[in-house]
């Protein structure tokens, strides 16, 4: 259960954007997870309620955007997609490539706030 | 009614752990100290590499040192220690991953300027040791031929990451079956390139060629 950790960096990091920014509540927190960074969704999220307790995240909605794998493919001289992360191969060549341009994502995206005090 | 605000952040989640292992990575080769992450699932048999690893070096007259992430019990540091070499334990407590500063503070009052390597026996573990860096410059994937041929293709984030892989208990191949073309294989798909090693600590093949990687990396820091 590494995404307990994950999700109580997201919580430290996004109050500390909130303190910065003089305070107020979270309603929404992006993340971008790349397929190649070993999080599995759902243990992120059950954790993410539970780190966001007593904090200025506690009403916030985790929007996570899966990021596929994209490698470049020396032959082709082009990046490509991956349909899964079992093999690296270019889909178009067959070529392995180990050149990977996108996938690793562990990224806290934005954060959307709310007025500090509800009326 | 105020309008929500949105904050672009665009930042790494483990930050903080990166730029710690980034800066200890920095003072480890400024030092010419060789760290090498060990990540393989339990029952691989990471300590006994390790400890031949240590006990051969050690016989070499070269400085190591280790320290050993666990969830609950010290056994593998005790192990370790046989062999001589300063050995630190980890107790993670539940935790199923190591992280940089746990590291750091393990091995804080250690003279770091008088070791040539310093292995990390993370915990036993295929998923979730991989996003976190401890500042190694070498991480060793550990595969045993008791485990089968696809484990590469069911953990591909954590072979991906490594640098280099060993194939453990090589002796014991043709008793389990082992397809080593199909296992080499299979590390090649989700990590083309990655320099393969098969090993046994029982009939001592591959250890030579492991110790030989170790001492040109560590070469490549001078």
Redesign the interface.
Known sequence: ??EL??AM??VE??SE?VRQ?GGGSV??VT?RIGR????HQDSLRYSFELAREGTPLAGAELRIIEVPVRVFCPTCQDEFELPG?????CPACGT???D?RQGRE??????????ATPS | M?E??????????????DELARSMRRQFESLGLLVVNMVSSPGTGKTAFLKETLVRLRGRGIPVAAVVGDLETDNDARRLAESGAPVRQIMTHG???L?ADMVQQHIADWDLAGLHYLFIENVGNL??????DLGESVRLALLSVTEGEDKP?KY???F?TSDIAAITKIDLAAACEFNRDVARANI???????RIIETSVRSGAGIDEWLDYLAAKRHELA
């Open positions: 259960m590494h950790s994950i960096n997201v990091m996004a954007q920014a309603s929404r993340l190649l960074s070993c999080v992360i079992q093999r690296f191969a392995l490539s180990a990977i562990l990224d806290l995206e934005s954060i959307e706030l709310s007025e | 105020i929500p605000r949105i904050l672009e952040v665009r930042t790494k989640i483990l930050k903080k752990n935790l199923c991953h992280e998923v979730c040791p991989t996003s976190w293709l591909p984030g954590l991906n090649e798909a989700v990590r083309p390139g990655m």
